[in-house]
């Protein structure tokens, strides 16, 4: 109903017109539903972009993660690297944010063949987002060439 056609009514006529027929009151709801739908969005946007690992120290297996990129830089064909899901030392300095991950992974070797070699990485937090090689300053990377068995 337009607001018109609102006004044209009689008192009584009014009084008898279901709410969701009033022009104001069918108005007001759809900006509160749009707002209301809107502001959901928004809140939800934010909320999955917001970074769950900012301002906390990293976790060892996080480092772990951090460590086995910075091994992959080092190797000669880090597309065929494999390595370990869970099994690697760390020993973590939370005082300095120093972390010294150690594991084994396999590579392919000049006659192709795949042998598994100890690996040890040095490295510091430095803030920020652990997950970005710019937030961890690497001290040492050390691949043990003697294949491990």
Do not use: C
């Not at 010294?100 to 795949?114: A, Y």
């Not at 040890?120 to 937030?135: F, H, I, L, P, R």
């Amino acid at each position: 109903m337009k607001y018109s056609e609102w006004k044209a009514l009689s008192a009584d006529e009014r009084k008898n017109i279901r709410w969701h027929r009033h022009p104001h009151i069918r108005t007001a709801t759809l900006f509160a539903i749009a707002f209301a739908i809107t502001f959901i969005i928004v809140v939800m946007g934010i909320s999955k972009n917001s970074t769950v690992h900012l301002n906390r120290k990293p976790t060892p297996k996080e480092a772990f993660a951090m460590a086995k990129q910075f091994v992959k830089d080092k190797l000669k064909q880090p597309e065929k690297a494999v390595f370990p899901e869970n099994a690697f030392k760390s020993d973590i300095d939370t005082t300095t944010s120093s972390y010294q991950v150690q594991s084994t992974v396999k590579v392919e070797n000049e006659s192709g063949k795949m042998v598994q070699s100890a690996w040890e990485v040095k490295m510091q937090y430095t803030n920020g987002d652990w997950a970005e090689k710019n937030s961890w300053q690497v001290k040492d990377v050390n691949i043990s060439t003697q294949p491990v068995n």
